[in-house]
């Protein structure tokens, strides 16, 4: 894992991802079993297509109004006793959340996952602040020991093994607990972290939906670490996306059933809370303090700038469980907050083009996102859309125009692209064994990881026209 | 009012102006009406479970491998405590609860089991009552309020709940709207079975901070079911 901790280019990152012996492993444990277990889910559920075109309209209507949404959702957090902030930036949202923190004189705070978080830099501005933070999110407790980036939405630590975990625990746990088995694992980090929950001055979490007619908050988790960072602090702080929000619980209830069985495969998590405001009259527990801040970072300009789409994204992390690259080069590769399809749709935005212009060029178009994405947003016209922007822009390197300006005088010229299409599929015959490529001049960059599948003997046009002679 | 604020909705009402290219923005009505009509439409989108009536669909929901919980049935609330020292004996646990200070919970019988109102960090069991259930995900309704506090459901390895039958709702919305006009509580958790993980390796192991074992006892369920 360390050769993904320096600042390589996108290629070199992939290589180091493609050269790790143990990361195809882990990604296989945790991303086949997330698959198997959201298409059990979808068997059992015909009215998915029906349910996801409802999502995708109820996100598509908030989004339509979003200013009246977002003013509704301000007035009832208020009327609850919540105190709500904007931050157009990143930077400005982290300088919202240390201050807050300073003030209530905080030592130190809990955090329950939050991809906003990490994608605003808040671990760092907290660092920074000399403020210690405790993740609370078992996979963010694991890439916090280890001091590594998430590198999944859902399961941070999805690039560890159990073997590094273990090792991991024994390292920086107080009193490790045996770490045999995983469920000795959760059982060490239970025990580790039940002390900092109790003693954490501030407890900040993310939202999965902004309620508009209630002002609540609502966060789903499995573990119930939302819970207990969120109850047991004086200060309890949410920062969300302004894009986060639904009319009504109502509404929420059916996004709900698209985002944890696209997620995770489960029906509904265990543990769904609604949270409004600060402790009231005689509550026993709840946070004095409630803090909302709201954060913009680019979700006006994808408004603008014909990413609309993307801002229906639930983050169940679906797209890339299902993409072909994002299983070979897991998430780090990426060299973002985001990675996956959602990821190449999101980094170009929040980073810049010219530095992110390799990710929606990883992408082999094959549609799978798009098809299993709970909201229908159409990652791969998005990824193309940042591709024309790059050829328009001049982004592109001098041999990729190059490269592509001959395949297109070649492509229009049906006689000379049947003639090299004819040549091509015979000389890659020449290299193949059994069916199998292991090896081919100007191949390697495929061959080093992976045989090529030896190309039909003849192309589809010869092939056809075969066909149609003999009948 | 920060100057936030005022650039982000400047921003957006910009965007929106242009997409909307000329036309007019609805009123507040109009968003209402479009909002209700997406709500309507959830009714067919979902699952198929109900037919044989919210309580069997509840109950067979929240033993099912994905929720994971226990259940059994007693006929009043009266017959709670004896349910739960069953419990106890059957895990090997001390006969000591905290118990959630809820007057109907406080009004039954407790001998032979010592109840405090406290919940300690470390807490090995403890004792509930639920607001009501969600019959379609097997899920358990809490309010927040003095007779809820939110950590009872959260601090302990042991979490008994009882819940009345008669206030089963059969699908998320329907508990939605039957709380859509008034107060919304500090806290609303929706509990569906015992907390768990799958952040190592993908493997589903119970009990990562909140319960490992969430145990529900039905209370005054009809012999037969009621399609309502």
């Known amino acids: 894992m360390s050769a993904v901790k320096k600042p390589l280019g996108f290629n070199a990152r992939v290589q180091a991802a493609l050269a790790d012996p143990t990361l195809k492993i882990a990604i296989d444990r945790t991303i086949g079993n997330a698959r198997t277990k959201r298409a059990a889910a979808m068997a059992q559920w015909p009215q998915f297509p029906a349910a996801r075109e409802l999502g995708r309209d109820i996100k598509d209507h908030v989004i339509a109004h979003l200013d009246h949404y977002l003013v509704k959702f301000e007035r009832n957090a208020r009327r609850s006793g919540a105190a709500v902030h904007w931050a157009c930036s990143g930077a400005e949202a982290c300088e919202i959340v240390v201050d807050i923190c300073r003030k209530a004189g905080a030592r130190s705070v809990t955090r329950s996952k939050s991809m906003l978080g990490e994608e605003i830099g808040l671990p760092h501005a907290l660092q920074e602040a000399g403020i210690e933070r405790v993740e609370t999110d078992l996979a963010e407790h694991i890439i916090q020991l280890a001091g590594d980036p998430p590198s999944h939405i859902v399961w941070p630590a999805m690039h560890k093994t159990r073997e590094q975990v273990a090792e991991l625990f024994h390292r920086h746990h107080h009193t490790p607990l045996p770490l045999d088995t995983v469920e000795n694992m959760v059982a060490s980090a239970r025990r580790e972290l039940r002390s900092r929950f109790l003693a954490a001055d501030v407890g900040i979490s993310g939202a999965n939906f902004l309620i508009a007619d209630s002002g609540a908050v609502c966060t789903v988790t499995n573990e119930g670490n939302a819970e207990l960072t969120t109850t047991l602090p004086r200060v309890h702080i949410v920062t969300a996306g302004i894009e986060k929000l639904v009319p009504s619980t109502a509404h929420a209830m059916a996004m709900l059933r698209l985002l944890v069985r696209s997620a995770t495969g489960a029906e509904f998590t265990q543990y769904t809370t609604f949270h409004c405001g600060p402790k009231r009259s005689g509550d026993l527990d709840g946070p004095a303090e409630f803090h909302i801040v709201l954060v913009d970072g680019g979700r006006t300009r994808m408004l603008a700038e014909g990413l609309a789409d993307m801002l229906r994204c639930i983050r169940c992390g679906a797209c890339m469980n299902h993409c072909v690259v994002y299983r070979q080069i897991g998430g780090h590769a990426y060299g973002s907050t985001y990675p996956g399809p959602l990821g190449s749709v999101l980094t170009p935005l929040l980073q810049g083009l010219p530095q992110s212009a390799d990710l929606p060029r990883a992408c082999t178009l094959n549609g799978q996102c798009q098809e299993v994405c709970p909201v229908a947003i159409p990652l791969p016209t998005l990824l193309r859309g940042w591709r024309d922007r790059a050829w328009s822009t001049g982004i592109e390197s001098v041999t990729a125009r190059w490269a592509l300006g001959l395949w297109g005088f070649v492509a229009l010229r049906p006689a000379l692209y049947r003639l090299a299409s004819a040549w091509a599929v015979r000389v890659m015959s020449l290299f193949a064994r059994d069916g199998w490529i292991a090896r081919m001049p100007l191949a390697g960059g495929w061959t080093h990881y992976r045989d090529l599948p030896q190309p039909p003997k003849r192309t589809f046009m010869a092939q056809y026209r075969r066909r149609r002679a003999r009948s | ?228």
């Open chain 2, 1 to 228: 009012m920060s100057a936030a604020r005022g650039t982000i909705l400047t921003a957006i009402r910009a965007a929106l102006a242009h997409r909307r290219g000329g036309l007019a923005e609805p009123d507040e009505a109009g968003i209402a009406a479009e909002a209700e009509l997406l709500r309507a439409r959830v009714v067919s989108t979902r699952p198929d479970r109900l037919e044989d009536g919210a309580q069997s669909a509840f109950l067979r929901r929240l033993v099912s491998p994905g929720v994971g919980a226990t259940a059994e049935s007693v006929a009043q609330l009266a017959d709670f405590p004896a349910a739960v020292r069953r419990y106890l004996t059957a895990q090997g646990l001390r006969p000591s609860v905290a118990l959630q200070p809820h007057p109907e919970l406080r009004a039954l019988d407790w001998s032979g089991i010592e109840t405090h109102a406290q919940i300690s960090a470390d807490e090995p069991a403890a004792v509930g009552l639920a607001l009501g259930a969600i019959a379609e995900t097997g899920t358990l309704v809490f309010h927040s309020s003095p007779a809820s506090p939110t950590l009872f459901a959260f601090l302990p390895a042991h979490h008994i709940v009882a819940v009345e039958a008669a206030r089963i709702w059969r699908w998320l919305e329907d508990y939605a709207d039957a709380f859509a006009d008034g107060v919304q509580p500090r806290n609303v958790n929706l509990i569906t079975g015992a907390s768990g993980t799958t952040d190592i390796e993908g493997a589903l192991v119970r009990g990562a901070h909140g319960p490992g074992r969430l145990h529900v006892v039905l209370v005054g369920g009809a012999a037969r079911d009621s399609n309502h």
